[in-house]
Nanobody, 121 residues
Framework: QVQLVESGGGLVQAGGSLRLSCAASGGIFSINTAGWYRQAPGKQRELVASITADGGANYADFVKGRFTISRDNGKNTVYLQMNSLKPEDTAVYHC???????????????WGQGTQVTVSS
């Protein structure tokens, strides 16, 4: 059974940094496009950053220059380095991945359970 497990969230002061990880496991052949989304209380989930299979990255305007998405295909892991954090970055951050499985043809969409990021002022 495929699982995406996020880690690395926590409490940090404004201006600080965190690095989120999303490790995929369970019969995975490869990860195609992957992304990080966030959802703050009372708000809709929004895309933060995405990365293609060959490493092409895309960022929401509100994180450009501060966040960097990367991936380690050998470990089936996607990262989000977050620098210069602001209180408005406080949210639950979710990993999303389009995954090719070993056991079947096709690409399937999976979500992680989320990790809380809290930035204090």
């Amino acid at each position: 059974q495929v699982q995406l497990v996020e880690s690395g969230g926590g409490l940090v002061q404004a201006g600080g940094s965190l690095r989120l990880s999303c490790a995929a496991s369970g019969g995975i052949f490869s990860i195609n496009t992957a992304g990080w989304y966030r959802q703050a209380p009372g708000k809709q989930r929004e895309l933060v950053a995405s990365i293609t299979a060959d490493g092409g990255a895309n960022y929401a305007d509100f994180v450009k220059g501060r966040f960097t998405i990367s991936r380690d295909n050998g470990k089936n892991t996607v990262y989000l380095q977050m620098n210069s954090l602001k209180p408005e970055d406080t949210a639950v951050y979710h990993c999303n991945a389009m995954v090719r499985l070993r056991s079947t043809v096709g690409v399937y969409n999976y979500w992680g359970q989320g990790t809380q990021v809290t930035v204090s002022s």
